[in-house]
């Protein structure tokens, strides 16, 4: 991997966490979170012209994909609602990987190596350790985040199946970020109208930079695995756990505590052993 592609990498992972630092600092996080949707697929939508459609045999994939994400957005809401970033966010990107390399693993049959066994102790540890920790306050929020890493294991491994049906990746990847936006401004319109018009006025650029960063991060990486090994791109990213940390720190202000963070430095350190695997 060139310095070049590193580094782009680490963009792409501090992106990820800055959108989800947004949507977590937000005055209505549900409001904030459709805006960063619509800014999503607006981009998307701007992009697709350019590329070759997916494949026919791609669009159930996509369709399972889209209804998971919508899942995934109201989730994160609900899970921000309940719990520090510092907390949640560790839990729910690190818990995935961990979950999709039991499935995939176990589907196909293959042993698991010595690096990916301690990659799963070092996440199960790391989660025990938010749990222990976490507090009777925060008991919610970790439920709701590990209901969501469960979401977001099931999209990967949909979404992993349908892109290698779809021949043309990025626009697979792109047309699910264009439908999901849909239903999600669709229902904001109907329902909340009046307040989604004053929260764009007032958080507009917020949705828009979250849109950016969420189409980027992943643009990045898809990028990047074209340029160096796949689990070692995979792998990388998982450093956004560390820069959410961060950023919840000198951003939001919370107080993470020696507990908490290291028990998200081996949530990461897990996430990428199991990538490396």
């Given at each position: ?60 994939f996509i369709a399972a994909s889209v209804l998971l994400q919508v899942v995934y957005f109201v989730l994160v809401v609900r899970v921000y609602d309940a719990a520090d970033l510092s907390l ?111 929260c764009a006025a007032g958080a507009w650029p917020y949705g828009l930079l979250g849109g950016i960063g969420s189409v980027a991060s992943y643009g990045l990486a898809l990028w990047a695995m ?52």
């Amino acid at each position: 991997m060139t310095l070049g592609v590193f580094l782009l990498v680490l963009l792409g992972a501090v992106l990820h966490a800055s959108w989800n630092a947004i949507v977590k600092g937000a005055g209505d996080r549900l409001l904030t979170m459709i805006l960063v949707g619509i800014a999503a697929a607006v981009l998307a939508g701007l992009a697709l012209p350019f590329l070759p459609p997916p494949s026919p045999a791609s669009r159930p994939f996509i369709a399972a994909s889209v209804l998971l994400q919508v899942v995934y957005f109201v989730l994160v809401v609900r899970v921000y609602d309940a719990a520090d970033l510092s907390l949640a966010y560790p839990v729910m990107r690190g818990t995935a990987p961990f979950l999709v390399s039991l499935v995939d693993r176990t589907a196909i049959g293959e042993r698991l190596s010595p690096a990916a066994w301690a990659g799963i102790g070092a996440i199960s540890l790391g989660i025990l350790l938010m749990v222990v920790n976490g507090g009777s306050r925060h008991r919610r929020g970790l439920a709701l985040a590990l209901l969501n890493a469960l979401v977001i294991a099931a999209y990967t491994l949909v979404d992993g199946l349908g892109a290698r049906r779809s021949g043309a990746p990025a626009a697979y990847t792109l047309w699910i970020f264009l439908l999901t936006g849909v239903p999600l401004a669709l229902w904001a319109w109907a329902r909340r109208r009046a307040a989604l018009v004053r929260c764009a006025a007032g958080a507009w650029p917020y949705g828009l930079l979250g849109g950016i960063g969420s189409v980027a991060s992943y643009g990045l990486a898809l990028w990047a695995m074209t340029r160096a090994p796949v689990a070692v791109v995979a792998a990388l990213r998982e450093t956004s756990i560390l820069f959410g940390i961060a950023i919840s720190a000198l951003w939001l202000g919370e107080r993470p505590g020696t507990a908490r963070l290291t028990a998200a430095g081996m949530i990461a350190l897990g996430a990428a052993a199991l990538r490396l695997a």
